[in-house]
């Protein structure tokens, strides 16, 4: 059973810039793709990039230029780093593990963008 972790949520100004972290047990992240969605208050959740087993990424318009994913195998933990944040990013955030005929969710971490 794969079971994700997300944290590093938290408040940040508009332009700042922010890690969150998605640690994974019981598969490694290295062998599926992995993905981060986000959901924003009143919204339906939304994809914002993905990273293939073989290190391929792609990102969502909203995002790209902005958000970069890393991932440290001998952690396990896979990475959203979010640079010239907006308010219009503020959701939390999810990471999933895709696999057929299933994607595994964390339980989301909190990323609000305010002054």
């Known amino acids: 059973q794969v079971q994700l972790v997300e944290s590093g949520g938290g408040l940040v100004q508009p332009g700042g810039s922010l890690s969150v972290s998605c640690a994974a047990s019981?598969?490694?992240?290295?062998?599926?793709?992995m993905t981060w969605y986000r959901q924003a208050p009143g919204k339906e959740r939304e994809w914002v990039a993905s990273?293939?087993?073989?290190?391929?990424?792609s990102s969502a318009n909203a995002v790209l230029g902005r958000f970069a994913m890393s991932r440290d195998s001998a952690k396990n933990t896979f990475y959203l780093h979010m640079y010239s944040l907006k308010p219009e990013d503020t959701a939390t955030y999810y990471c999933?593990?895709?696999?057929?005929?299933?994607?595994?969710w964390g339980q989301g971490t909190r990323v609000t963008v305010s002054s």
């Open positions: 999933g593990y895709v696999t057929a005929p299933r994607t595994y």
């Open positions: 990273m293939t087993s073989g290190g391929t990424t």
């Open positions: 019981g598969a490694m992240i290295s062998d599926a793709t």
